[in-house]
């Protein structure tokens, strides 16, 4: 860890613009650290070339005093993000040595504020996972470690852009949260990181899962930081159908650190049984910080909540199955030949994708197929909006809703993998509000016993991302989570 | 007018029931910007989304959507203010994305009807199921190689109608009127070019047969038929292949059958096990199209005057009978050029000549010469011309016809040629009377013979004087000046 590698990014912006280094010294500096951390296995594809040449770019423009609003600050770009000219995998064999030829509207966004891309980030196989354990291109390794000095996940399917963030390598990253994918690696890599309302960032160019629930989101180690990243990620875009066409608030201007009188919603289902004693303390903790700062606490029910994770484990594979019948190898990615073209599918896609994919595909076209559509998809969609139902009304009593953001720290790799079930449990808190569509955010509270960090979520209205933005920031100061993953100590001492 | 088939079991009736596809005429596909344009480069037309790129997403095409509610009305359909596009998942080469997106359960536009004509004068409805919005798959080309198969993706994404009638067509005949009646709607709308052969229209009918008041027997579904006439072809065939397996004791199967017009047959196309399951959904890439009735009306108010409207307009504005006025709206250009053929405070009478010279003289040169109207040598205005001339007496109509001859062949207006060739009608009584006289004094003996009672031959004086006059005598003139010197 070097000092520029431990920057905000909003410090590193003040730098910048004091002259106190350069973008190409603040990138160079990231790519070392990179360099040192490639244990890791937080990026499929690094791009220290391209990065150089812009932050070089974003030199230049700052010396002619046209800095974009994130110039010469370098980051991890999830590789689900089609990027031009850069391979885009999705983790998936099926993608391996995809070149796109054109840029997501997410990337371009932040490129034209002058952002600098370190690499491709790793992830679950197409964003399926929560332990970033299905890559093709190997697992991630979280940069917290245990006392048993067991490999830990980093989380997923954002694994490699949360790790990366936490291990001081990039500055902040991108994510997808389909269920969870940004929230849980956030609270499991001692981060902060925020979904948006579904339609606030264009998922144009962004590799597919579930498409009515994906929705792009950033990792941080600051709630501002993350405030900047999604100010210059969000907007309207003709290119996406399920992208609101609504004006994008002034996100760092929420951070007031006022929650006098703001009311917080305290969920009694997510008070699941068998909840560890200390993801519940650390729940009463948040409860209490924001109690002292001046917010009231409103217990509130959101009956629904326990049908949530069997909802979305039929929604996400319906859409995700017909969404993955494009790699079929006829096009481009990856082909193996056969006999005819039946064959040639499926040598294809048995050869190109994961366990995990092909047990949600399976899953998924089951779900939709003549006989069961009606008694999983169509009922999956009635209680998904019975979900969403829950949420406006408990809105009626609250502003924003507090909760844990996953029912433990990060596990050791291997810990969750025989039983699927048990993996799912993962996004028990997370996948509620992916469902209804609404705003979440994690950020780093405490540590649990093994000095692994914990997160609490934050749950906003739609389009309300401004309020989860104030309440997190207020979380944060009194949280004052200064703890730092064992090897950032180690390199620090 | 149902047609019924003698068998051996007694008779039986035809049941048909047909799906059109009929490719929207839009500059751009439906859910991407890149173009339609008919006959271009292999995979020279396909954007990033008809190719199902990763991270590709469709958004709807609003013109097409305008030219669905369009036709929607045309066909006296409801339009629905909600539909929702759906995907219909299978996997083949040419389509990209894995799927189709179509309409499903909530389609754009719900009930209507199409009256189509039968040939004996009648008409009959046949009532529309729904219209809904999908898009095209690419195309397979086999041909190409010893052992690959080619893709061309120019179609796919383009977007189509596919219109459903109910069973409620009787026959071959029928089917052919509402074909015909279909194209005919589409392209008075200009909302689908109606070329079969270019395959922007295509027709799959569904079959079976009956005996009469019986349930609806089990059908076949045709595909592959790509013209009136195949559609007729195909009806016939596969009516005396059902008939036939029925009356040996077997059962239809429903399934797909493909009309091979080389053989003149159906056979069929995919067996029981390769049935799809299509596993439709709605598209989470796009919201559920709302259509306000104001956009509806908006877009009424755009229709142009449909063939039924039409039709009866000029069977009741100008007197025409039910079949001139069929033959003058069968093409939207041909009835234009029609109403500017009738000359200026033309009652019925003028109105019927106008038909009868568009319908028997101009068509009937134009089809000996294979010229589409577009490329006439007569203007409509020139046509005017010469039934002016015909009207006010200027020329018989006999002279007119070797005007119009002359008309055809040089491009010149009738006035011109009648100047230029002396074909006045001639009205002046002294220079007729002058014919008659000679007429009269050349054929003494015939004049006895009228005389005492052969009043047949007066047919003949005319003639004479008509050939002495070289046809531009006015034949009421010279009527009357025989009758009073005869």
Redesign the interface.
């Known amino acids: 860890m070097t000092d520029l590698t431990n920057l905000t990014i909003s410090d590193a912006l003040k730098g910048l613009d004091a002259k106190d280094f350069t973008a190409v010294e603040l990138t160079q500096a990231h790519i070392d650290a990179g360099e040192a951390a490639k244990g890791l296995n937080a990026y499929i594809t690094e791009t220290p070339e391209l990065a150089i040449e812009q932050a070089k770019a974003s030199d230049a423009r700052r010396a002619a005093g046209k800095a974009g609003a994130l110039d010469g600050i370098p980051l991890a770009i999830k590789d689900l993000?089609?990027t031009d000219g850069v391979q885009?995998t999705?983790a998936s064999h099926i993608?391996e040595g995809?070149v796109?030829?054109?840029e997501?509207t997410v990337t371009a966004n932040l490129f034209a504020d002058g952002a600098v891309m370190l690499g491709k980030a790793n992830l679950d196989e197409f964003a399926m996972g929560s332990a970033n354990t299905t890559s093709y291109f190997g697992n991630v390794i979280n940069p917290w470690t245990r006392e048993d000095g067991k490999d830990l996940v980093p989380g997923g399917s954002s694994g490699g852009s949360a790790a990366a963030v936490a291990a001081r390598i990039a500055m902040g990253a991108t994510g997808t949260d389909t269920g969870g994918s940004i929230r849980q690696p956030a609270a499991f890599c001692g981060i902060s990181g925020i979904k948006p309302t579904y339609g606030r960032c264009s998922?144009?160019?962004?590799?597919?899962f579930?498409?009515?629930l994906d929705q792009a989101g950033t990792f941080a180690r600051s709630v501002e930081d993350n405030a900047l990243l999604l100010q210059s990620m969000s907007g309207f875009d003709?290119?996406?159908?399920?992208s609101a066409d609504i004006a994008v608030p002034d996100f760092a201007g929420a951070l007031t650190g006022d929650v006098k009188g703001l009311r917080v919603g305290i969920p009694k289902e997510y008070k699941v049984e068998g909840m560890p004693a200390e993801i519940e303390k650390l729940w009463e903790d948040g409860i209490a910080m924001l109690k002292d700062a001046g917010a009231q606490i409103v217990d509130i029910s959101l009956p629904h909540t326990k049908y949530a994770l069997p909802t979305y484990y039929i929604i996400a594979p319906?859409?995700c199955?017909?969404n993955?019948?494009?790699y079929?190898g006829?096009?481009?990615g990856q082909r193996v030949e056969g006999e005819d073209?039946?064959e040639m599918?499926s040598k294809t896609r048995a050869e190109g994708f994961g366990d995990e994919v092909k047990r949600r595909i399976m899953i998924g076209?089951y779900a939709?197929?003549?006989g069961y559509?009606d008694a999983y998809?169509i009922k999956a969609q009635k209680v998904r909006r019975l979900i969403a139902q829950d949420f406006d009304k408990a809105y009626e009593q609250c502003d924003v809703i507090l909760t844990p953001t996953a029912p433990s720290a990060a596990f050791a790799i291997g810990e969750n993998e025989g039983d699927p079930i048990k993996m799912y449990l993962n996004d028990v808190f997370t996948v509620p509000a992916s469902l209804a569509g609404l705003p979440g955010m994690s950020i780093p509270t405490g540590l649990d016993a093994n000095g692994l960090p914990l997160g609490m979520q934050i749950l906003g209205k739609a389009w309300d991302e401004e309020t989860v933005f104030r309440t997190a920031f207020a979380l944060e100061k009194a949280a004052n989570f200064t703890a730092l993953p064992q090897s950032i100590v180690r390199q620090a001492a | 007018m149902a047609k019924l088939i003698q068998g051996e079991s007694g008779e039986w009736e035809i049941v048909i029931g047909m799906e059109v596809h009929a490719q929207v005429i839009a500059n751009s596909k439906l859910f991407s910007g890149a173009s339609t344009q008919f006959g271009a480069k292999p995979n020279s037309q396909v954007s990033?989304v008809d190719?199902?790129?990763?991270?590709?997403?469709?958004?709807?095409n609003e013109f097409v959507v305008e030219q669905a509610i369009k036709t929607g009305l045309g066909i006296n359909s409801v339009i629905n203010n909600t539909s929702v596009f759906a995907?219909k998942?299978y996997?083949?080469?040419d389509l990209?994305?894995?799927?189709q997106i179509s309409q499903f359960d909530q389609p754009i536009v719900g009930e209507g009807v199409i009256e189509i004509d039968l040939e004996d004068g009648t008409t009959k409805d046949i009532r529309v199921e729904r219209l809904h919005l999908e898009q095209d798959a690419g195309k397979s080309m086999h041909d190409q190689h010893p052992t690959k198969?080619f893709?061309d993706l120019n179609r796919s994404g383009c977007a189509l109608m596919e219109i459903v009638s109910y069973p409620d067509i009787r026959g071959p005949e029928e089917a052919a009127a509402y074909i015909s009646k279909l194209r005919m709607i589409l392209r008075y709308l200009g909302t689908c070019d109606g070329n079969m052969d270019e395959g922007s229209m295509r027709a799959d009918v569904n079959i079976s047969v009956r005996h009469p008041g019986d349930e609806l027997g089990t059908r076949a579904e045709i595909k592959n038929v790509n013209s009136v006439k195949a559609i007729q072809q195909a009806i016939d065939f596969e009516v005396a292949r059902q008939i036939e397996l029925i009356e040996d004791g077997g059962t239809v199967v429903q399934e797909t059958r493909l009309w091979d017009p080389v053989k003149m047959e159906t056979r069929s196309m995919r067996s029981k096990e390769e049935a799809h399951?299509y596993?439709?959904?709605p598209d989470?890439?796009?919201?559920p199209l709302h259509v306000s009735n104001d956009q509806i009306e908006s877009i009424r108010a755009t229709l142009p005057e449909l063939p039924d409207q039409k039709k009866h307009r000029f069977i009741g504005d100008y007197g025409l009978g039910v079949y001139d006025a069929s033959v003058l709206i069968a093409e939207q250009a041909r009835a234009d050029y029609y109403e500017s053929v009738i000359p200026d405070g033309a009652n019925d009478n003028d109105a019927k000549l106008a038909a009868n010279w568009v319908i028997n003289e101009l068509l009937g040169i134009l089809k000996k010469n294979e010229t589409p109207l577009s490329q006439s040598p007569v203007s409509a205005e020139s046509l005017a011309g010469l039934i002016t001339l015909i009207k006010d007496d200027t020329i018989s109509g006999k002279i007119a016809k070797d005007v119009f001859a002359e008309m055809y062949a040089t491009g010149k207006d009738a006035e011109t040629i009648v100047e230029e060739k002396g074909l006045k009608q001639v009205t002046d009584t002294g220079a007729i009377e002058a014919i008659v006289d000679e007429v009269i004094a050349e054929n003494q003996g015939q004049v006895e013979a009228y005389r005492s009672g052969k009043d047949k031959l007066f047919g003949f004086f005319v003639g004479q004087v008509m050939k002495k006059s070289q046809g531009k005598a006015n034949p009421g003139v010279v009527n009357s000046l025989l009758k009073e010197k005869l």
């Open positions: 993000f089609c885009t999705a993608l995809f796109p030829q054109y997501s998922r144009w160019g962004t590799v597919a579930a498409s009515s003709p290119k996406d159908s399920t319906a859409e199955s017909s993955l019948a494009r079929d006829v096009r481009f073209l039946n599918y076209t939709l197929s003549a559509y998809y | 990033l190719a199902a790129m990763p991270g590709m997403l469709p958004v709807l995907r998942n996997f083949y080469a990209p994305q894995g799927y198969s893709v399951d596993r439709y959904f989470p890439d796009l919201l």
